[in-house]
């Protein structure tokens, strides 16, 4: 089952998402300190409920994930394939910051939604519908499979002043005594906003 195993991270940013376990590849993800696009302004706080990404087919609805006792990002039901999760603790996605995103590559069920994220390429669009009516357009810049037994959190989670955007779902080999042994993580900035 892909499922992900985030841990919270200690950080100086109270927002900031928690941390996960993964090996980079040579693409390479936003600036972390960069600013938004020119002409790009972000936008204010408001929760997604849409998700969309022409390239791969996805068209999700974003459900509110929590951390559970231990630190761990809890990830969106099995019993939901084609539903997609964001870090409700965190940034929202348009907002100044590091938003994330999860979702199954599969389930019991089969493909779940995040199933071809891996083929993402740079420059494909993410489109992501919000509650205040607001569509925040994001960009992909890369997109890398990191070892769960090397992920980088700092890299991935970062702080950020221009609004980022992280998708991130399970990747690599599979084993049946440990689940998948990678992430799948995409990066991608905003680039626009109706």
Same mark, same amino acid.
């Given at each position: 089952?892909?499922?992900?195993?985030? &841990?919270?991270?200690? /950080?100086?940013?109270?927002?900031?998402?928690?941390?996960?376990?993964?090996?980079?590849?040579?693409?390479?993800?936003?600036?972390?300190?960069?600013?938004?696009?020119?002409?790009?302004?972000?936008?204010?706080?408001?929760?997604?409920?849409?998700?969309?990404?022409?390239?791969?087919?996805?068209?999700?609805?974003?459900?509110?994930?929590?951390?559970?006792?231990?630190?761990?990002?809890?990830?969106?039901?099995?019993?939901?394939?084609?539903?997609?999760?964001?870090?409700?603790?965190?940034?929202?996605?348009?907002?100044?910051?590091?938003?994330?995103?999860?979702?199954?590559?599969?389930?019991?069920?089969?493909?779940?939604?995040?199933?071809?994220?891996?083929?993402?390429?740079?420059?494909?669009?993410?489109?992501? =519908?919000?509650?205040?009516?607001?569509?925040?357009?994001?960009?992909? =810049?890369?997109? =890398?499979?990191?070892?769960?037994?090397?992920?980088?959190?700092?890299?991935? +989670?970062?702080? &950020? /002043?221009?609004? =980022?955007?992280?998708?991130?779902?399970?990747?690599?080999?599979?084993?049946?005594?440990?689940?998948?042994?990678?992430?799948?993580?995409? +990066?991608?900035?905003?680039?626009?906003?109706?």
């Amino acid at each position: 089952m892909g499922t992900l195993l985030l &841990s919270q991270a200690l /950080r100086d940013d109270p927002g900031a998402p928690p941390a996960t376990a993964s090996t980079a590849s040579d693409a390479r993800p936003p600036t972390a300190q960069g600013a938004p696009g020119a002409g790009v302004r972000p936008l204010p706080a408001s929760p997604p409920v849409r998700i969309r990404i022409p390239a791969i087919g996805v068209d999700a609805l974003l459900t509110r994930l929590e951390l559970d006792a231990a630190g761990v990002l809890q990830p969106p039901p099995a019993t939901a394939p084609t539903l997609a999760g964001w870090y409700a603790d965190g940034t929202t996605p348009g907002a100044p910051g590091t938003a994330v995103v999860t979702g199954h590559v599969d389930t019991p069920f089969g493909p779940a939604v995040f199933h071809r994220l891996d083929t993402l390429a740079r420059g494909a669009q993410i489109a992501v =519908e919000r509650q205040d009516g607001r569509t925040a357009r994001f960009t992909v =810049e890369a997109v =890398e499979l990191h070892a769960k037994d090397h992920f980088p959190d700092d890299k991935v +989670y970062g702080a &950020s /002043r221009r609004p =980022e955007l992280r998708l991130i779902t399970c990747g690599g080999s599979w084993s049946s005594d440990t689940g998948y042994q990678a992430n799948t993580v995409v +990066y991608a900035t905003l680039t626009g906003a109706d």
